[in-house]
């Protein structure tokens, strides 16, 4: 179950490099789009959730919504964090 977990959660994280870049490099558009899309994939999580019916179908969609809120809110933190810094 957990190697499920951890193949799931890294491919709904796997944005290439984009987790992995400098906060000082990104823009404040950049960061929006981010954030949108994170919130995107999070509110399709959630519809996915609310229709998985067969057991191993809601684990994996329990799974995909926590992955995919983890994100929306990684993101959410590094614009708060951008906005925060004097320029």
């Given at each position: 179950?957990?190697?499920?977990?951890?193949?799931?959660?890294?491919?709904?994280?796997?944005?290439?490099?984009?987790?992995?870049?400098?906060?000082?490099?990104?823009?404040?558009?950049?960061?929006?789009?981010?954030?949108n899309?994170?919130?995107?994939?999070?509110?399709?999580?959630?519809?996915?959730?609310?229709?998985?019916?067969?057991?191993?179908?809601?684990?994996?969609?329990?799974?995909s919504?926590?992955?995919?809120?983890?994100?929306?809110m990684?993101?959410?933190?590094?614009?708060?964090?951008?906005?925060?810094?004097?320029?």
């Amino acid at each position: 179950m957990s190697e499920r977990f951890w193949e799931a959660a890294g491919r709904l994280l796997d944005d290439g490099d984009e987790i992995l870049s400098d906060p000082q490099e990104e823009t404040r558009e950049d960061l929006a789009l981010k954030v949108n899309a994170a919130k995107q994939e999070w509110l399709d999580a959630l519809s996915y959730f609310n229709q998985a019916v067969e057991p191993e179908l809601v684990d994996h969609a329990i799974i995909s919504l926590e992955a995919a809120e983890r994100k929306y809110m990684y993101w959410l933190k590094q614009m708060k964090n951008f906005q925060e810094q004097p320029e």
